[in-house]
């Protein structure tokens, strides 16, 4: 079965700092792989996605995220961080020829002013 | 509606009761997920439909949860005899692809509904 680590449980951050969450899953052949943002009182939404070709992608909010194959991970980076950045942010796998994702336990991102 | 939703938002229950959590889908999203946040922790599967058969019920904890998605759209979870340590977040997604190639789809997940057993 597909496993998902989020090292960190929780990142405080002053605004306009830069800040890196944390990704990596057990290894498997081909992989899809997602982040997504929970706002607070809000359903988690998704925030960007690797399926296959540049293995930096990028969200419209300025967060980016890079797939490395060697070391299964996908960071999620941002160079500077805002005060409404402040949520929980879930990393999450997709075994490929399977329908169903596995999420990470989640990182809390606060932001300070 | 525009997104997924969920009912009761807060549902608080008693050691032993049973109780019915609705989801409302995207309209004409062909796979539907459900799984169980507990505090703290990230959502962990439960089961899932494409349409109205339920193809992968692996992640419920025990013959106590049952799920239906009758015609296809609304979903219910229903949890018999509920315990202390069923008391998590809720979340339904929905995603339109119920093709095998879409594995890529993301999805879209409802605000969930908390459940309290006291």
């Known amino acids: 079965a597909q496993s998902v680590t989020q090292l960190d449980s929780q990142v405080p951050v002053f605004e306009e700092a830069p800040v890196e969450l944390r990704c990596n899953y057990s290894s498997s052949v081909s992989v899809y792989l997602f982040w997504y943002v929970q706002y607070p009182n809000q359903g988690l939404q998704l925030l960007l996605k690797?399926?296959?070709?540049?293995?930096l992608v990028e969200s419209i909010n300025g967060f980016e995220a890079e797939f490395n194959k060697s070391q299964t991970s996908f960071h999620l980076r941002k160079p500077s961080v805002h005060i409404s950045d402040t949520a929980e942010y879930f990393c999450?796998?997709?075994?490929?020829?399977?329908?169903?994702?596995?999420f990470g336990r989640g990182t809390s991102l606060i932001v300070h002013p | 509606g525009a997104g997924v939703s969920q009912s009761p938002r807060y549902k608080v229950a008693k050691r032993g009761q049973d109780v019915a959590l609705r989801c409302d889908p995207i309209?004409?999203?062909?796979?539907l997920f459900w799984y169980q946040q507990a505090l703290g922790q990230g959502p962990e599967f439960l089961t899932y439909?494409?349409?109205?058969?339920?193809?992968?019920k692996s992640g419920l904890p025990s013959d106590r949860f049952f799920a239906e998605r009758p015609e296809g759209s609304v979903s219910t979870l229903k949890i018999q005899r509920t315990q202390q340590e069923d008391s998590a977040v809720y979340l339904c997604?929905?995603?339109?692809?119920?093709?095998?190639?879409?594995?890529?789809?993301?999805?879209?997940f409802g605000n969930g509904t908390r459940l309290t057993v006291t």
């Open positions: 439909f494409q349409n109205e058969a339920q193809l992968d």
């Open positions: 690797y399926l296959s070709g540049s293995t």
């Open positions: 999450a796998v997709k075994r490929g020829g399977s329908y169903i994702p596995t």
């Open positions: 309209s004409g999203h062909v796979s």
């Open positions: 997604a929905s995603s339109l692809p119920g093709q095998a190639s879409s594995y890529n789809s993301p999805l879209h």
